[in-house]
């Protein structure tokens, strides 16, 4: 068994090994640091994940680093001993190729440093840029915010500008959660979110065997109970009648309003275009002229939803606001977006005042309009297959399991047809404005059914 070596020392260039005592954390415990002096100037090198108590440190005073005391200190020694060899055999190495031994070479070896070593915020920047054109706009959106919302943490932990995978441990993990819970106050199925998004970040590092252990391995991430739920008919009325004055406000409240009448997703609605909306060939006995032809951005299949009295009347309200370009131009007119771009966060952050000023006390989300739009047919004795298919469900198990709460309800298909229960009549068509929309639509349609 070979001694343990307490420091390296050929010609110009000594290295050993001392302990931070300047730099003791809270946890009672100092930073061990490499020692280099080359030609007297003097360099200090951080040791990963190498820490102790002062108290158990020898100093010079013995062959060994660390005292006895020191649990399992046989082990910590000969780690040390390992690294001190290793040193010496690199620059051994150097000397016998009659290279120059500087500061930044050995600092490189001792950091283990090659040009594939990056920190974890490049490589977390590298994963989005290979990543975006393969997922959603949305998805890409929420990677991104995780990576603003770890870079806070890291400043607020006030942890190294360079922080490599190897220091992502379940340590990390744990504080990370910590933080989130009791400093930002995230929710359930927020704190969800962002493991999901860091540990599928830590799924790709060990893939590409950059680090060794995965830190979610013995880390469970529980995620929260649905908490989107319908709203009544008579609540829905409520917002959809609701005095605003904030402009803000009042879009936010158009797109939930329309979300409770057609069913879509928040990023459905928020993308959808005038060119996803088509016109029957022929006026409808029950006056409902207009319908939604839409791919679904979560299940990439089509969705076709006929369009009743109140969201039609919601398109017209942005139908009016067009400029006269997007108006002339066919081709521009069929790609521009219905409703500004409200995030999904501000969408649920005014929604939740939107309650308030209606008198709602539920947790008011984008999504609790698709759960109003289900619960809505279902009162209304539309057949689960028939639902299924508005809401682009591919099977009617998901929708009476996420949506529909059948207990309540007796489902009989009285109304095959959704386009049945229009309330409106082809005799309200009397607004001029309504009906240039449709002659409009009309004229420039590309689809007739």
């Known amino acids: 068994m070979r001694k343990f070596k307490r420091s390296v020392t050929n010609n110009n260039c ?116 290979r990543v975006e054109k393969k997922l959603k706009d949305n998805t890409i959106r929420d ?109 936010v409240r158009d797109i939930f309003v329309f979300c409770c009448y057609t069913g879509l997703r928040y990023g459905d609605a928020i993308n959808l275009k005038w ?5 029957f060939e022929k006026f409808h006995s029950s006056g409902v002229n207009l319908y939604i032809e839409h791919v679904q951005e979560k299940v990439v299949a089509p969705v076709f939803i006929p369009i009743l009295d109140v969201p039609q009347r919601i398109l017209l309200k942005y139908y009016a606001k067009l400029n006269k370009i997007e108006n002339r131009d066919k081709d521009k007119f069929f790609i521009t977006k219905i409703f500004p771009h409200v995030l999904n966060q501000t969408m649920n952050r005014r929604l939740k005042k939107i309650a308030v000023m209606a008198d709602i006390n539920i947790n008011l989300t984008t999504h609790c309009g698709r759960h109003t739009f289900a619960s ?14 508005l809401m682009g469900h591919s099977s009617s198990h998901k929708t009476t399991t996420g949506y529909i709460d059948y207990s309540k309800y007796d489902p009989k298909p009285l109304i095959p047809e959704i386009i049945k229960i229009s309330s409106i009549n082809r005799k309200r068509y009397k607004d001029a404005k309504e009906l240039k929309l449709l002659k409009k639509l009309r004229k420039m349609k590309r689809m007739d059914v």
């Open 14 to 129: 000594s290295v050993s090994l001392i302990l931070r005592t300047d730099k003791e954390k809270k946890n009672g415990k100092c930073p061990i640091n490499y020692f280099v002096n080359i030609n007297g100037v003097r360099r200090k090198v951080p040791l990963k994940k190498k820490e102790i108590e002062k108290k158990y440190w020898l100093g010079n005073r013995s062959s060994n680093y660390i005292k006895k005391t020191y649990p399992n200190y046989i082990i910590f020694n000969k780690q040390l001993s390992d690294l001190m060899f290793d040193v010496e055999n690199y620059i051994l190495a150097m000397e016998n190729n009659n290279e120059v031994i500087t500061h930044s070479k050995i600092k490189k070896f001792l950091l283990n440093i090659d040009e594939d070593r990056i920190t974890f915020f490049e490589f977390y920047e590298r994963y989005i840029e």
């Open 376 to 389: 809505a047919l279902s009162t209304k004795g539309v057949d689960v297959a028939t639902v299924s298919v």
């Open 275 to 279: 060119g996803d909306i088509k016109v």
């Open 143 to 251: 990677y991104k915010s995780s990576l603003r919302v770890l870079k806070e943490f890291v400043k607020y932990k006030k942890y190294s500008n360079e922080l490599y995978l190897e220091d992502i441990t379940q340590l990390f993990v744990e504080e990370y959660e910590e933080y989130l819970l009791y400093i930002r106050k995230n929710k359930p199925n927020s704190l969800y979110n962002r493991h999901k998004n860091l540990r599928a970040i830590l799924n790709r590092a060990l893939k590409e065997k950059r680090i060794d252990e995965h830190p979610y391995q013995d880390f469970t991430v529980v995620k929260g109970d649905k908490v989107d739920k319908a709203i009544t008919i008579t609540e829905r009325e409520r917002i959809r009648k609701l005095p605003i004055e904030n402009e803000k406000l009042d879009i």
